[in-house]
T-cell receptor
Framework: DTEVTQTPKHLVMGMTNKKSLKCEQH?????MYWYKQKAKKPPELMFV???????INESVPSRFSPECPNSSLLNLHLHALQPEDSALYLC??????????????????FGEGSRLTVL | QQQVKQSPQSLIVQKGGISIINCAYE??????FPWYQQFPGKGPALLIA?????SEKKEGRFTISFNKSAKQFSLHIMDSQPGDSATYFC???????????FGTGTRLQVTL
């Protein structure tokens, strides 16, 4: 069982809807990530939060809005999405995002994903 | 320079056989090379990882071989089982980076 929990597992929304994806981890990790994965493709990084601050935004359209309320929670707010945004959205966490001396083990723990369908 | 090339795209192996998946990279700053296993409808899970200061790492039936001079690394699955049928992604990152660069994935099917 993964220790990164994502809800909902499935979401169907229209292009005018507003919805949110939620992610929670209780491993004490200080870095959290959103990835998007299309069928038969590798995960693509969208956002990275390090110590609850947004550290990487991979030029993601503004219709995706991330939020990190605290070190255990990560949300992805969705608004005015397009059908091509339909994908598996994966949350991940790691002990820390950036090294500050020493070695970053780099181990990412993924959740099971939220399958999003935009009609 | 940031790419990680993975082959083959798909692989069919008989039960008990050896599955071999290869990856190659260009960026010599990469210093951490994990392999992820992903079952349909699930998120990727870390399978095994290696750093370039060792040439081989083994965990159970899974072995990573690493060739630093050739900038290549591979995953070997010994005694492949039907339960190993999944998509495998190699990846790479630098020690100070938050971003994993994934390979394109290999869909492995282990037949009876």
């Amino acid at each position: 069982d993964t220790e990164v929990t994502q809800t909902p597992k499935h979401l169907v929304m229209g292009m005018t809807n507003k919805k949110s994806l939620k992610c929670e981890q209780h491993m004490g990790h200080r870095a959290m990530y959103w990835y998007k994965q299309k069928a038969k493709k590798p995960p693509e990084l969208m956002f990275v939060y390090s110590y609850e601050k947004l550290s990487i935004n991979e030029s993601v359209p503004s219709r995706f809005s991330p939020e990190c309320p605290n070190s255990s929670l990560l949300n992805l707010h969705l608004h005015a999405l397009q059908p091509e945004d339909s994908a598996l959205y994966l949350c991940a966490s790691s002990r820390k995002a950036m090294t500050s001396g020493g070695t970053n083990t780099g181990e990412l723990f993924f959740g099971e994903g939220s399958r999003l369908t935009v009609l | 320079q940031q790419q990680v090339k993975q082959s083959p795209q798909s692989l069919i192996v008989q039960k008990g056989g050896i599955s071999i998946i290869n990856c190659a990279y260009e960026n010599t700053a990469f210093d951490y090379f994990p392999w992820y296993q992903q079952f349909p409808g699930k998120g990727p899970a870390l399978l095994i990882a290696i750093r370039p200061d060792v040439s081989e790492k083994k965990e159970g039936r899974f072995t990573i071989s690493f060739n630093k001079s050739a900038k290549q690394f591979s995953l070997h699955i010994m005694d492949s089982q039907p339960g190993d049928s999944a998509t495998y992604f190699c990846a790479a990152r630098t020690g100070t980076a938050s971003k994993l660069t994934f390979g394109t994935g290999t869909r492995l099917q282990v037949t009876l």
